[in-house]
């Protein structure tokens, strides 16, 4: 089936300083991948789109200049929380398109980051 | 995307039936019912999905009304393993998935 690798599966970083998180399709090219986020208690948020070699598309709220989406290959996205504060301090998760199977997206385990 | 409504929590008993409910009455045409789970601290988890016609497969089986306008998660013998928040989402398919606050589901010995 398809698998999805995300990491770090948890970082802590000072304020201020940056952070990359990976996602990685094992056995797929995935040509969409979405990342998300979610904080205690609540549900997940979907934060942008990344498609491979363009652009990605970030939701209403979400600082495009503050989390950075690179998506240059069919088998990597990166997520870069930069200058990250106390309250960036969540669980992020990124979901690929393609693989095996008819159901189309899955998902990575996520990163816990914590911002202090 | 459409939305659903889902009761907030469930408890179902060990090796019992649990069957979740989904209203997404204001579904489209193209729309996909899909059905993932989350554990505590782990990425959401695929369970089945299907457009109008019952689904079924080794974790779960999807009743899909025929208006489609809700569906029902079976999980035909509940374990301990199997408490987590599950979610209802409809989707164009390669749109992505907008998350509700889902149902969660405890399974008691």
């Known amino acids: 089936g398809a698998v999805v690798s995300q990491h770090p599966s948890w970082v802590i970083c000072k304020s201020g300083t940056s952070v990359k998180i990976e996602c990685r399709s094992l056995d797929f090219q995935a040509t969409t991948m979405f990342w998300y986020r979610q904080f205690p208690k609540q549900s997940l948020m979907l934060m942008a789109t990344s498609n491979e070699g363009s652009k990605a598309t970030y939701e209403q709220g979400v600082e495009k200049d503050k989390f950075l989406i690179n998506h240059a290959s069919l088998t990597l996205s990166t997520l870069t929380v930069t200058s990250a504060h106390p309250e960036d301090s969540s669980f992020y998760i990124c979901?690929?398109?393609?693989?095996?199977?008819?159901?189309?997206?899955?998902f990575g385990s996520g990163t816990r980051l914590t911002v202090v | 995307d459409a939305k659903t409504t889902q009761p907030p929590s469930m408890d179902c008993a060990e090796g019992r039936a649990a069957n979740l409910p989904c209203n997404h009455s204001t579904i489209s045409g193209n729309e996909y019912v899909y059905w993932y789970r989350q554990i505590h601290s782990q990425g959401p988890q695929y369970i089945i999905h299907g457009l109008k016609n019952n689904e079924t497969n080794e974790m779960a089986s999807l009743i899909i009304t025929e208006d489609r306008k809700s569906s029902t998660l079976i999980l035909p013998h509940a374990t301990l393993r199997d408490t987590a928040v599950y979610y209802c989402i409809v989707s164009n398919s390669g749109y992505a998935l907008n998350f509700g606050k889902g149902t969660s589901l405890l399974v008691t010995p």
């Open positions: 979901s690929a398109m393609g693989g095996t199977g008819s159901y189309g997206y899955t």
